[in-house]
């Protein structure tokens, strides 16, 4: 059966920020308590835009990159800095020769290689070793990089080696995802085929919690990862497989812009490792005064004794689209540290139409056309609740109106010119002028389901004015 399709797209110019989460009930409301505030502002040598920070056992120091110093009237040269746990300044570096954007920044413990990301052109993540000195950014470094826009990451963020694997886990910024790395046989981080043989998963962190992922690390105590984004005061616990461990809150009333992550010995110096955040604070491209920077160091509290259970979705899949009255598949699974396999206590809920199921399989045909937030859920005998969700759309036969609008800042981007910056954190769009540069500006309509083998009859795109000016303009539309 042909389905046809008449789609109207808001791209409101005035956007509000929105979270695509979820509240998880065994997030316990766990806290990670504010230990030390670092002003990088205050610095000798200033990092007004901290991106990325990783503690290096080698140098028994912390690292902080900073993507957008080279942008004020501040920068001397410097955009990496070395400083110890208690956030006093040991020494200045430069990345220009290789990067004037220095984002994310991990370590590989048992060969002190530094990895640092770039999250514009030309997109890349470059290995930095120091050579038979051991001392970073002299004349015996041995610099190699590779593509991350190779594999489908557009705004690699921040990133952190896992020594337990070997792979590379990079925070995948406006898609929501988390890039795994592999390095593959040769265990050279050398991209993708064909210019080298590393292969990459994925995973969406978006219904765990956490949207626009800017910082991630890797903890040892619990074989898993942090992750932070939207909201900024939350705290993403998950396995290095994408399942949820708990979402933490961020005790901080000073988080503008978190960015980078790294786990650490404490600064109080009692054996405990801290939770590392740097937090970028104002854009420059909106206050090209601003100098805001600051380092936060956080407690984590330990898990809870009782873990949660793990619940996993295999179908259908994140998106998938389905004609009414036809019958749609269900599987799932839910284990649990101390109960073993619940599967068979799994509840199947809708938001749209209640409890649809039950148990690891079930086959449904009943259900409601548009939107599902599907939702299997289950509890152990501790009544720790675990869950997993994914939307579904279920059209109607025939023709049919679909509506979605732009209701995220990370879903619009405005590029200078053919090779200049791009962002995705603006108010608004300029379409297509911003102080006489010409732009490009990108549209992404992140919530749209069109179904497969669907005949699109007509589309439309409004836009709504914050502002009010008289004049023509042509614009040039593309769509893919």
């Known amino acids: 059966m042909k389905t046809n399709l008449i789609m109207f797209l808001a791209a409101a110019v005035y956007l509000f920020d929105s979270v695509a989460g979820v509240s998880q009930a065994h ?11 670092t002003e990088l502002f205050n610095w000798t040598v200033p990092s007004p835009d901290p991106a990325g920070v990783v503690f290096v056992p080698g140098a028994d120091s912390l690292f902080v990159t900073d993507s957008e110093v080279n942008e004020t009237g501040l920068f001397t040269g410097s955009n990496m800095f070395q400083a110890g746990i208690d956030g006093s300044l040991y020494e200045t570096f430069s990345t220009i020769e290789f990067t004037s954007e220095p984002t994310g920044i991990t370590v590989n413990p048992a060969n002190g290689h530094l990895f640092i990301s770039e999250d514009d052109s030309p997109r890349r993540i470059y290995e930095i070793d120091p050579g038979p000195d051991g001392i970073y950014r002299n004349t015996d470094d041995i610099i190699t990089s590779f593509s991350t826009s190779a594999f489908g990451s557009w705004d690699a963020e921040g990133l952190t080696f896992n020594p337990a694997d070997g792979r590379l886990y990079i925070a995948g910024g406006a898609i929501d995802l988390v890039y795994v790395v592999d390095p593959g046989a040769n265990q050279l981080f050398d991209g993708v085929s064909p210019a080298g043989d590393d292969t990459v998963t994925s995973f969406d962190v978006s219904l765990l919690g956490i949207t626009d992922p800017e910082g991630i690390a890797y903890d040892s105590l619990t074989d898993a990862l942090y992750v932070v984004g939207k909201p900024i005061d939350k705290l993403l616990h998950v396995s290095t497989s994408g399942e949820l461990l708990r979402l933490l809150t961020l005790d901080s009333p000073l988080l503008q812009r978190p960015a980078g992550l790294g786990m650490g010995p404490s600064s109080l110096q009692n054996g405990a490792q801290s939770l590392y955040l740097v937090d970028r604070g104002d854009d420059n491209n909106y206050d090209p005064l601003e100098n805001d920077g600051r380092l936060f160091e956080f407690s984590l509290p330990p898990l809870p004794a009782n873990q949660a259970p ?10 998938e689209s389905f004609a009414a009255n036809s019958a749609v598949t269900f599987i799932g699974t839910a284990t649990d540290a101390e109960d073993g396999d619940l599967s068979a206590s799994l509840v199947w809920t809708s938001d749209r139409d209640g409890t649809i199921g039950n148990g690891p399989q079930f086959d449904i045909s009943t259900l409601s056309t548009g939107q599902h937030t599907i939702t299997a859920s289950c509890i152990d005998s501790s009544q720790a609740a675990g869950l997993s969700m994914l939307s579904v759309l279920v059209y109607p036969q025939g023709s049919y109106v679909l509506e979605t609008r732009v209701d995220s800042s990370s879903d619009d981007a405005e590029q200078r010119g053919l090779n200049g910056n791009t962002w995705i954190d603006g108010n608004d769009l300029e379409l297509i002028q911003d102080n006489s540069v010409e732009q490009i500006v990108g549209l992404r309509f992140n919530t749209l389901q069109i179904p497969a083998n669907a005949t699109i009859e007509e589309a439309y795109i409004r836009f709504q004015a914050d502002e009010v ?5 042509t614009l040039e539309i593309r769509a893919q």
């Open 310 to 319: 793990v619940v996993a979705i295999s179908a259908p899949v994140q998106g």
């Open 469 to 473: 000016q008289t004049g023509a303009v």
């Open 27 to 37: 997030a316990n409301g766990q806290t990670a308590t504010l230990v030390n505030t």
